[in-house]
């Protein structure tokens, strides 16, 4: 069983590059979400989706932007990487609770 | 708004204590309450749920309980073990897609 997937698991981006977060679930799950965990603090929402086509915005969305062409997959996209952004990336899954995480991607933008 | 506390740290404790976590929330307006596990490096892996209508939840050596009027839960570890070791957080759900989730307590459990 993969569960939700995440890839890359680290990386390091320069100030005003672009980089896309994978994440895929297989567990056919309708709902899907992406957190940032910084030290010290609680996950924040940044994006979520109810199905294939359909995303609204979490607690922090400025910066990123998602698509969900497919219920398998949900992508995260960071268009100019500032440093603010340094920070781990969980993306979860679920029907309705509870929510099934992935391992993270820990970002760091110098 | 809804704001989830935690202990940020709680005491490395010797193998076998009995341990209690706590958590509060500032808003009684909740729909469930999850305990998660997160391991170093890891994502979080749900370990209770208790829904706005129960009192408590149980699985194996947890127990959680929740006191939705006084805005609190805990979380008691029986027997702990070094396998236990870990961050525990908790996280309310609120509605339409909105989970608030706390700091987490850091465990240490000394073999």
């Known amino acids: 069983n993969a569960g939700v997937t995440q890839t890359p698991k680290f990386r390091i981006l320069k100030i005003g590059q672009s980089m896309t977060l994978q994440c895929t679930q297989d567990?056919?799950?309708?709902?899907m979400y992406w957190y940032r965990q910084d030290p010290g603090m609680g996950l924040k929402l940044i994006y979520y989706s109810v199905g294939a086509g359909i995303t609204d915005k979490g607690e922090v969305p400025n910066g990123y932007n998602v698509s969900r062409s497919t219920t398998e997959d949900f992508p995260l996209r960071l268009e100019l990487a500032a440093p603010s952004q340094t920070s781990v990336y969980f993306c979860?899954?679920?029907?309705?609770?509870?929510?099934?995480f992935g391992d993270g991607t820990r970002l760091s933008i110098l | 708004k809804q704001e989830v506390t935690q202990i940020p740290a709680a005491p490395s404790v010797p193998e076998g204590e009995n341990l209690v976590l706590n958590c509060s929330f500032t808003d009684s307006a909740i729909y469930n309450l999850q305990w998660f596990r997160q391991d170093p490096g890891k994502g979080l892996t749900s370990l209770l749920l208790i829904q706005s209508s129960q009192r408590e939840q149980t699985s194996g050596r947890l127990n959680a309980s929740l006191d939705k009027s006084s805005g609190r839960s805990t979380l008691y570890i029986a027997a702990s073990q070094p396998g236990d070791s870990a961050t525990y957080l908790c996280?309310?759900?609120?509605?339409?897609?909105?989970?608030?989730f706390g700091a987490g307590t850091r465990l240490f459990v000394k073999a």
């Open positions: 979860a899954s679920s029907l309705e609770s509870p929510q099934h």
């Open positions: 567990m056919n799950h309708n709902y």
């Open positions: 996280a309310v759900y609120t509605g339409g897609f909105k989970t608030i």
